[in-house]
């Protein structure tokens, strides 16, 4: 079981990025897939979630309405789309599965973690 963070990279500010969480061992359908993030120096915190209905649960205030979560069953892959992209948003993202369909704001809820993608936004 195991999870595969990519996308990352270096963009300018109000820029956009995907990134992808490749699932492997497991159906992510049926599993509630946490974003979260970690800057230089910071404490890791979360993004946001989607549930196994596609519902998303924000758990960070300052992404609402920039960051979106999509997830494709075909690919067995959950995405994270960013836009307008700020400089504080520079941190390594990762990806992490739930045992259950149902976001959680918990880190320790999440038993399977991805291996993290770094973001960088320049100024």
């Known amino acids: 079981v195991q999870l595969q963070a990519s996308g990352g990279g270096l963009v300018q500010s109000g820029g956009s990025l995907r990134l992808s969480c490749a699932a492997s061992g497991f159906t992510l359908d049926n599993h509630a897939i946490g974003w979260f993030r970690q800057a230089p120096g910071k404490e890791r915190e979360g993004v946001l979630c989607?549930?196994?209905?596609?519902?998303?649960?924000y758990l960070e205030d300052s992404v609402k309405g920039r960051f979106t979560s999509s997830r494709d069953p075909s690919k067995n892959t959950a995405y994270l789309q960013m836009n307008n992209l700020k400089p504080e948003d520079t941190a390594v993202y990762y990806c992490?599965?739930?045992?259950?369909?149902?976001?959680?704001?918990?880190?320790?809820?999440?038993?399977?973690w991805g291996q993290g993608t770094l973001v960088t936004v320049s100024s």
């Open positions: 992490a599965k739930s045992p259950s369909g149902s976001c959680r704001s918990r880190f320790g809820v999440y038993d399977v």
């Open positions: 989607i549930s196994s209905s596609d519902s998303t649960l």
